[in-house]
């Protein structure tokens, strides 16, 4: 068994020597004047000698320091980045885009986990999803499946009770949500 492991440990450092050396000699590739033959030539045949596991990391590598080079280069010249400039979404505005896109383009349409989420975790504030939007997030739950929908079902079920102990309240938006959550426990019970 201590052999295996020596094995394992020797393949490991052996492996990542040659990946420090491909990674040493081919950066200074692209980097070398036009006319210097020599460098390309030595890469490829770093390139050629490693695994194919090996290659894609080391491609990976080279190209995420190529990426960071490009972005020094841009910032230096003083050319705005695309991205920064772009305002980002909401993820309240993401995730209700998500479901009106369900409700209308079917065909389209994709499922995204983290959306689904987000519905799932806001669907009784009010805030978060209006009024206008609760009857599609209904129509939606109706096709939720396995333990998305039986967590919907305990967590309906555990505000309901907590509800029910506080009492009657005046509040007008806790009987909105608890209007909500009864609506969601007669579509999934």
């Known amino acids: 068994m201590a052999k295996q492991k020596r094995k394992v440990i020797e393949v490991t450092e052996k492996k990542k020597k040659k ?19 020599e460098a390309p030539a030595q890469g490829a045949a770093v390139l050629g000698a490693l695994s194919s596991e090996e290659r894609r990391v080391l491609e990976r590598k080279l190209k995420k320091e190529r990426k960071k080079e490009e972005r020094k280069r841009l910032r230096e010249a003083g050319v705005a980045m695309a991205q920064s400039s772009l305002a980002r979404r909401s993820g309240a505005q993401l995730a209700l885009d998500y479901l009106c896109g ?54 309906a079920e555990a505000l309901m009770r907590e509800l029910d102990e506080e009492g009657p309240g005046a509040d007008p938006r806790l009987l909105e949500k608890t209007q909500r959550i009864r609506q969601v426990l007669q579509l999934l019970s």
């Open 102 to 155: 369900w409700a209308q383009k079917r065909e389209n349409w994709r499922f995204q986990k983290t959306r689904q989420t987000w519905l799932l975790l806001h669907m009784y504030d009010c805030d978060e999803v209006p009024d206008e939007h609760f009857p599609a997030l209904l129509a939606y739950l109706e096709g939720l499946r396995g333990r998305a929908r039986e967590l919907t079902v305990q967590k």
């Open 19 to 37: 990946l420090k050396a491909a990674a040493e000699e081919v950066p200074g590739a692209p980097a070398a004047p036009p006319g210097a033959g």
